[in-house]
């Protein structure tokens, strides 16, 4: 598989936010262990975790569909350290799911839409590649960035009109 097939993952996971309400963000995790000394993969890719936002059906300010799918991730592995994984995520993560990005240690992360009020891999800040943290990682922008943002778009517009009809 490659990026544009995982992202149509994560565009399901965010169709399954909007269904429950949630602001339409989908993500997930695909992991792929390298040989730390030639750097070749060890074993084919395989998806571990995948997320839709929650932050309104379970009242939780850290339930962004990225940072549920990376605790996920950790659980199914084991481990904190999230090393040969892949975040795909839908809209540009903000500053606390770019820090946890950093803190886990993921090789990369993918995502469709940027984010223009909150982006922290690129648009409004740029975390993954600050020099003054201990890790840096890739990350790979606008990626099925039109689909991406339409989700959010077409939902942002559902609720507007849904406010003018009362």
Request: aromatic share 6%; glycine share 8%.
């Amino acid at each position: 598989m490659n990026d544009e097939e995982y992202m149509r993952m994560a565009l399901e996971e965010a169709q399954r936010a909007a269904d429950l309400g949630e602001v339409p963000i989908g993500a997930v995790v695909v992991y792929q262990p390298i040989d730390k000394g030639t750097r070749r993969p060890l074993a084919e890719p395989r998806v571990i975790a995948r997320a839709c936002n929650v932050r309104e059906t379970q009242q939780d300010p850290a339930g962004h569909a990225e940072f549920v799918a990376m605790k996920q991730a950790a659980a199914e592995l084991g481990v904190w350290r999230l090393t040969g994984c892949t975040v795909y995520v839908t809209l540009e993560p903000c500053i606390m799911c770019a820090g946890l990005m950093h803190q886990a240690r993921i090789d990369r992360c993918v995502y469709g839409a940027p984010d223009p009020k909150a982006g922290a891999l690129g648009t409004l800040y740029s975390i993954n590649s600050d020099k003054r943290l201990n890790h840096t990682f890739e990350v790979v922008p606008g990626v099925l960035a039109d689909e991406c943002a339409g989700i959010l778009k077409r939902f942002f517009a559902a609720r507007r009109k849904k406010r003018t009809e009362r």
